[in-house]
């Protein structure tokens, strides 16, 4: 059975003792929750990954990285390797968000090294994918989302396609200025992005979910995630409070069991 997504990116907010009783309480507010089904992930600053890891259970609520270098050790001031993250017990890494390649100027060629990298130790990699504006704009972001996928999971062996996750963030919808793209343009960009899958791996792509982002709220998070081709929500802002998120949750869930969506 397919399970569905749910998870939240903090960006650079909360210090750790806010991260930890945000996942407290969001782990409490959804321990009812069968964790067959669903999936749940918090993806909190660096400094605060220690104790986070150590507050909440994994099989209840995954931990991420919001990055990683893509050097086991050496000479790169800054940067966190793969073995300092699996000492802390890290199991998600994501690379790629818009913020990192756009205010960052990461490219897609960094990112894959850092997934070849981050396959290697084990980590399951959240590759986040998105075109701009303007690439909307001049009409090519089926192109942008392939070709992003293609350079991104350039050598990702079919073997590793198990511990590989895709979040669609059109860049024109994410943070404060960003306007939530609609469900039936998101759906149609994940149904792009699974062909694309398919193409590089095969039947095999399909077990590769597909994580929608950008300005999930409490009004739109239900008949985004009841659409054919999305697999789950990543979200910023509305999940950054434990009880609007976990309610943000049930809702969606309930919605699901109404429209009865495939899970397959
Ligand atoms: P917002 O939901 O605040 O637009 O952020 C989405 C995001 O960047 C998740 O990674």
Known sequence: MKKVYFGTNLKMYKNIQQTVDYLKELEKGTELINREEYEFFVIPS???LPSATNSVSQ???RIGAQNMGWEEEGQYTGEISPRMLDEISVKLVMVGHSERRHVFRE???EENKKVLCGLKHGFTMLLCIGETENEKEFGISNEVLRSQLIKGLHCVRK???KKIWIAYEPVWAIGVNGKPASEEYANSKHKVIKE???DIF???GLEIPVLYGGSVNPQNADSLITQEYIDG???GRSAWNAEQFSSLIFKS???LKKHNKKVM
């Open 233 to 235: 929500l990543f979200v």
């Open 159 to 161: 073997e590793e396609v």
């Open 59 to 61: 099989d209840k609520i």
């Open 107 to 109: 490219t897609d060629e």
């Open 46 to 48: 660096y400094i605060s």
């Open 253 to 255: 869930i309930d919605t």
């Open 196 to 198: 694309c899958l398919i």
């Open 202 to 204: 095969g039947e095999c």
